[in-house]
């Protein structure tokens, strides 16, 4: 069974304090890795996608690494408006389902 | 519109009573999802369904949940007889096709059980 797990549940940070988010994954076979952010009351709204161990991607103060057993999303310089609950999700590559499996998500406030 | 759409928002209704939640896909989008998540969980998989394929139900909690995608397009997820429990927000998701693993969320179905 295909699981996730992310670390830790909730972060509080000052605006500027730069830190990562974890994200410890087992899957029989890795499709992809996905990054999502939700904000209150809005459903998830798609980030990244990494498919392989080394793989990084960027986006303005986010950045998304992999490797074979975790992913970290690290967060530069992070702004109030970064504040949201960022999920991670696994999609396995073998089995033909293509249902992505999702952690319980990182809540995270930054504060002015 | 160009995002998925799902109604209604939001949903109260009485124990016993049976509930019809909507979802629209992205126009194109074989693939479609729904999800449920209640307060501090994470997404619990429901129903997958996959262009004409059958739908993979494995993720349904007992069989008062039941879904159907008519012209491979707008879907409907049924709750009968609700109970407490079932209260949470119910999303959707679709996706170019399920390989692509990229979900696109509606804003979801907040559903209280009273």
């Known amino acids: 069974e295909d699981q996730v797990t992310q670390s830790p549940e909730a972060l509080r940070l000052q605006e500027g304090e730069s830190s990562s988010l974890n994200c410890s994954y087992t899957v029989s076979g890795l499709r992809g890795l996905f990054w999502y952010r939700q904000d209150p009351g809005k459903g998830p709204e798609f980030l990244f996608t990494l498919y392989s161990a080394g793989e990084e991607k960027e986006k303005e103060r986010l950045k998304a690494t992999l490797t074979k057993k975790e992913s970290f999303l690290h967060i530069t310089a992070p702004k109030p408006e970064d504040s949201a609950t960022y999920l991670c999700a696994v999609q396995a590559a073998s089995g033909g389902s293509y249902i992505p499996t999702f952690g319980r998500g990182t809540s995270l406030i930054v504060h002015p | 519109g160009a995002g998925v759409s799902q109604s209604p928002s939001n949903k109260v209704t009485e124990k016993g009573k049976d509930v019809e939640l909507r979802c629209d896909p992205i126009s194109g989008h074989t693939a479609l999802y729904w999800y449920r998540q209640s307060l501090g969980q994470g997404l619990e998989f429901l129903i997958y369904?996959?262009?004409?394929?059958?739908?993979?139900k494995s993720g349904l909690p007992s069989d008062r949940f039941s879904a159907e995608r008519t012209g491979g397009s707008v879907s409907t997820l049924t709750i009968q007889r609700t109970q407490q429990e079932d209260s949470a927000v119910y999303l959707c998701?679709?996706?170019?096709?399920?390989?692509?693993?990229?979900?696109?969320f509606g804003e979801g179905s907040r559903l209280t059980v009273l």
């Open positions: 369904f996959q262009g004409n394929s059958a739908p993979d």
């Open positions: 998701a679709s996706s170019l096709a399920g390989f692509t693993g990229e979900l696109f």
